[in-house]
């Protein structure tokens, strides 16, 4: 029963007049932007300021582009050098390979330097990205589903993914794949949810929301890379990437537990980012009670002000005020010495 097969696209780009408009590069933008908004929402309810995660994202997607390409040319290198191939296509970002092991390692040096200048701690800053991250793998994900690559073995399941090839001898033909896109897709999704419920129910902070992102991805991924019919390098019968993955998930377990036994709980809200309080003073009324009176007190009505009354008065104890001065006259005069 081939109904429910999902189509692939027939292509990954439509122009704007010369300008190429490519669905993967919006896949990834539209990504940047959920991990940008859903990170600042979470920074915020922690107690930093509004404007942190998008200055310190200012560096880490540039540098996490960076990473997430050097990765992919690495390790399938095959693709781009060597006889009949060109090296300038590893250049070519827009055709699909990011890897994300790459993108997350350089893009975490990228938010390093984004935190120092802000002051900010980099765990914290971790804790508050990381479904947001996930979030925008889901969507990432789905620019291979433009670009037709990255699909797993054929399958008979109704819910495999059509791929259209052109066989060496010319012929085009038309095969069932399991579409692991989709199926990471979901499972990152299900990691975002994941980690905003343990984040809240056991009060996550010191990088271990993060750590539990990292654990909940590598687990799924070890199972759709297995899925995955790509070419990759092999070590021992199991992916590069398998390996990747099975290496980082005991990382992040191990992290998660011993940081959660040195520093439960959450970071102090007023520790983790100095410019929340500018922004707060910044946004407070200038009209407000306190910025309202001046620095010797409220004017009277003759232009006086309060600073210029007796300390006694200006205590609201009794000194020498005209009231007072009448009623000392007013007892003279009822006893006369």
Same mark, same amino acid.
């Given at each position: 029963?081939?109904?429910?097969?999902?189509?692939?696209?027939?292509?990954?780009?439509?122009?704007?007049?010369?300008?190429?408009?490519?669905?993967?590069?919006?896949?990834?933008?539209?990504?940047?932007?959920?991990?940008?908004?859903?990170?600042?929402?979470?920074?915020?309810?922690?107690? +930093? !300021?509004?404007?942190?995660? @998008?200055? *310190? $994202?200012?560096? %880490? =997607?540039?540098?996490?582009?960076?990473?997430? &390409?050097?990765?992919?040319?690495?390790?399938?290198?095959?693709?781009?050098?060597?006889?009949?191939?060109?090296?300038?296509?590893?250049?070519?970002?827009?055709? +699909? !390979?990011?890897?994300?092991? @790459?993108? *997350? $390692?350089?893009? %975490? =040096?990228?938010?390093?330097?984004?935190?120092? &200048?802000?002051?900010?701690?980099?765990?914290?800053?971790?804790?508050?990205?990381?479904?947001?991250?996930?979030?925008?793998?889901?969507?990432?994900?789905?620019?291979?589903?433009?670009?037709?690559?990255?699909?797993?073995?054929?399958?008979?399941?109704?819910?495999?993914?059509?791929?259209?090839?052109?066989?060496?001898?010319?012929?085009?033909?038309?095969?069932?794949?399991?579409?692991?896109?989709?199926?990471?897709?979901?499972?990152?999704?299900?990691?975002?949810?994941?980690?905003?419920?343990?984040?809240?129910?056991?009060?996550?902070?010191?990088?271990?929301?993060?750590?539990?992102?990292?654990?909940?991805?590598?687990?799924?991924?070890?199972?759709?890379?297995?899925?995955?019919?790509?070419?990759?390098?092999?070590?021992?019968?199991?992916?590069?990437?398998?390996?990747?993955?099975?290496?980082?998930?005991?990382?992040?377990?191990?992290?998660?537990?011993?940081?959660?036994?040195?520093?439960?709980?959450?970071?102090?809200?007023?520790?983790?980012?100095?410019?929340?309080?500018?922004?707060?003073?910044?946004?407070?009324?200038?009209?407000?009670?306190?910025?309202?009176?001046?620095?010797?007190?409220?004017?009277?009505?003759?232009?006086?002000?309060?600073?210029?009354?007796?300390?006694?008065?200006?205590?609201?104890?009794?000194?020498?005020?005209?009231?007072?001065?009448?009623?000392?006259?007013?007892?003279?005069?009822?006893?006369?010495?």
């Amino acid at each position: 029963m081939d109904i429910a097969y999902i189509p692939s696209p027939s292509r990954g780009v439509l122009y704007l007049g010369p300008i190429p408009l490519r669905a993967y590069a919006f896949c990834i933008i539209l990504g940047v932007v959920v991990a940008v908004w859903l990170g600042s929402k979470r920074w915020v309810a922690r107690g +930093g !300021g509004r404007h942190t995660v @998008g200055d *310190i $994202a200012v560096w %880490a =997607v540039p540098f996490g582009l960076v990473g997430g &390409r050097l990765y992919h040319v690495i390790t399938d290198h095959q693709l781009y050098f060597g006889e009949g191939k060109n090296p300038w296509n590893a250049l070519k970002i827009w055709e +699909g !390979g990011l890897g994300i092991w @790459g993108a *997350i $390692a350089l893009g %975490a =040096v990228g938010a390093w330097i984004g935190a120092r &200048r802000r002051g900010v701690p980099l765990p914290a800053y971790a804790d508050a990205i990381a479904p947001g991250i996930a979030l925008a793998q889901a969507l990432g994900r789905w620019g291979n589903w433009f670009n037709q690559e990255l699909y797993g073995r054929e399958t008979t399941l109704p819910w495999g993914l059509e791929i259209t090839k052109t066989l060496p001898n010319g012929e085009v033909v038309t095969t069932i794949h399991h579409p692991t896109f989709l199926y990471e897709s979901l499972w990152c999704v299900g990691v975002a949810a994941l980690v905003i419920w343990a984040d809240k129910r056991f009060t996550l902070g010191h990088g271990r929301a993060f750590a539990l992102y990292v654990a909940g991805y590598t687990a799924g991924r070890f199972w759709t890379e297995w899925l995955r019919i790509d070419e990759a390098h092999h070590i021992l019968g199991l992916r590069l990437n398998d390996w990747v993955a099975i290496l980082v998930f005991a990382a992040a377990v191990a992290y998660f537990v011993i940081v959660g036994k040195k520093r439960p709980g959450r970071e102090d809200p007023a520790s983790i980012d100095p410019m929340a309080r500018a922004e707060a003073a910044a946004d407070a009324p200038a009209d407000g009670p306190k910025d309202a009176l001046p620095k010797g007190g409220l004017p009277k009505a003759d232009g006086s002000e309060d600073g210029d009354l007796p300390k006694a008065e200006r205590d609201g104890k009794p000194g020498d005020g005209p009231a007072e001065k009448l009623d000392t006259l007013e007892k003279g005069a009822k006893n006369p010495a």
